[in-house]
């Protein structure tokens, strides 16, 4: 499934999780509620019979204020304990409040007039030293995003950068809006008939979960519940001069 962990680092993580727990005398169920998620996935994955998601570990990290994941010391973080000075020198204590769990809006390229709604996780790094952004719940995993998180002091803004096989995906994105969202503008490719793939930009909201009433993921149609506040917060973004996108008057 999307955004699976490996057997070997499922393994690694559920008995992370089995020993935190007797150590601190904390019940399954408890961190079943603390993690938002059910306690028959939480079972599950403790006993191997499905592995852990990234977003289940990502939840279970924040409740029991541990690291779960492995980290890979073949790439060891910069000597400075600052992130590289391409993504922006930042030091983790002061990008530490962008770390957490956001549902992504954009609109869909396929259907126009919907909405296309998934999660998008932002956590730190130690490997390589910098913050990292993962995409999941995705109805379309073969074009899940994940990279590196670019945080310049000079424009003040936040890039989300895929760098694939020399392939990049950017979102650039302000400061959070004061209900929470970073605001801005995705630039991609998108998948055209056959094997072609164009060029493409469109208005994109990254909203903490925390801060959302209510919660539909996948393409969200006028009529379904969550639709018009999704739209509303898209059609702030140029509205409010988060992002323009200018288009040139036809000559008369």
């Given at each position: 499934?999307?955004?699976?962990l490996?057997?070997?680092?499922?393994?690694?993580?559920?008995?992370?999780?089995?020993?935190e727990?007797?150590?601190?005398?904390?019940?399954?169920?408890?961190l079943?509620?603390?993690?938002?998620?059910?306690?028959?996935?939480?079972?599950?994955?403790?006993?191997?019979?499905?592995?852990?998601s990234?977003?289940?570990?990502v939840?279970?990290?924040?409740a029991?204020?541990?690291?779960?994941?492995?980290?890979?010391?073949?790439?060891p973080?910069?000597?400075?304990?600052?992130?590289?000075?391409?993504?922006?020198?930042?030091?983790?204590?002061?990008v530490?409040?962008?770390?957490?769990?956001?549902?992504?809006?954009?609109?869909?390229?396929?259907?126009?007039?919907?909405v296309?709604?998934?999660?998008?996780?932002?956590t730190?790094?130690?490997?390589c030293?910098?913050?990292?952004f993962?995409?999941?719940?995705?109805?379309?995993?073969?074009?899940?995003?994940e990279?590196?998180?670019?945080?310049?002091?000079?424009?003040?803004?936040?890039?989300?950068?895929?760098?694939?096989?020399?392939?990049?995906?950017?979102?650039?994105?302000?400061?959070?809006?004061?209900?929470?969202?970073?605001?801005?503008?995705?630039?991609?490719?998108?998948a055209?008939?056959g094997?072609?793939?164009?060029?493409?930009?469109?208005?994109i909201?990254?909203?903490?979960?925390?801060?959302?009433?209510?919660?539909?993921?996948?393409?969200?149609?006028?009529?379904?519940?969550?639709?018009?506040?999704?739209?509303?917060?898209?059609?702030?973004?140029?509205?409010?001069g988060?992002?323009?996108?200018?288009?040139?008057?036809?000559?008369?």
């Open positions: 499934m999307e955004g699976d490996g057997a070997s680092e499922s393994g690694t993580v559920s008995a992370k999780v089995r020993e727990l007797a150590r601190r005398r904390l019940s399954r169920q408890w079943a509620d603390e993690a938002r998620i059910s306690i028959s996935t939480l079972e599950k994955a403790l006993s191997g019979r499905r592995p852990f990234l977003g289940t570990v939840r279970m990290e924040e029991l204020g541990i690291t779960l994941r492995s980290v890979d010391r073949r790439s973080a910069s000597p400075t304990g600052l992130a590289p000075e391409e993504m922006g020198a930042y030091a983790r204590v002061g530490s409040w962008l770390e957490g769990e956001y549902l992504t809006l954009r609109p869909s390229f396929g259907e126009p007039g919907v296309y709604a998934y999660e998008t996780f932002i730190w790094d130690d490997a030293g910098c913050l990292r993962t995409e999941a719940a995705r109805l379309d995993p073969d074009f899940r995003q990279g590196f998180v670019s945080f310049p002091n000079l424009s003040g803004h936040i890039y989300l950068v895929t760098n694939r096989a020399g392939q990049y995906r950017l979102a650039i994105l302000g400061r959070p809006s004061a209900n929470g969202a970073m605001n801005g503008v995705l630039t991609t490719l998108v055209g008939k094997s072609q793939l164009t060029p493409a930009a469109a208005p909201s990254l909203v903490p979960v925390a801060r959302v009433d209510e919660l539909a993921l996948g393409l969200v149609r006028p009529g379904d519940r969550c639709y018009e506040p999704y739209r509303e917060r898209l059609e702030r973004i140029t509205d409010a988060y992002a323009a996108f200018p288009i040139l008057s036809k000559a008369i």
